[in-house]
């Protein structure tokens, strides 16, 4: 079992395709659940904002479907922090 608590809060500007009302579609994009970056296709792991200029390329107008998963970075953290609780 996972806990998590806010390490610091950085204002953004708000996005669209995280909007949980939004009607979504094509592509199925994965989003990391501890800090929110995206895997792009070719790209791998960028931040919202790269997501945004990305979706302007495709020109589909459709919102992407999100599924969560683990960037290789925060996956590093994780592992090192269940490496201190053993
Ligand atoms: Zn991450």
Redesign the pocket.
């Known amino acids: 079992m996972f806990s998590t608590h806010p390490i610091r809060v950085v204002p953004r500007d708000p996005v669209l395709f995280l909007d949980p009302d939004v009607q979504r579609g094509e592509p199925l994009l994965t989003i990391?659940?501890?800090?929110?970056?995206v895997r792009l296709p070719n790209q791998g792991?960028v931040e919202l904002e790269e997501v945004v200029n990305y979706l302007d390329i495709l020109g589909s107008g459709m919102v992407p479907s999100l599924t969560h998963g683990?960037?290789r970075?925060?996956?590093g953290d994780i592992e090192k922090e269940l490496k201190i609780l053993k």
């Open positions: 990391c659940s501890w800090c929110m970056k792991w683990v960037c970075e925060c996956q």
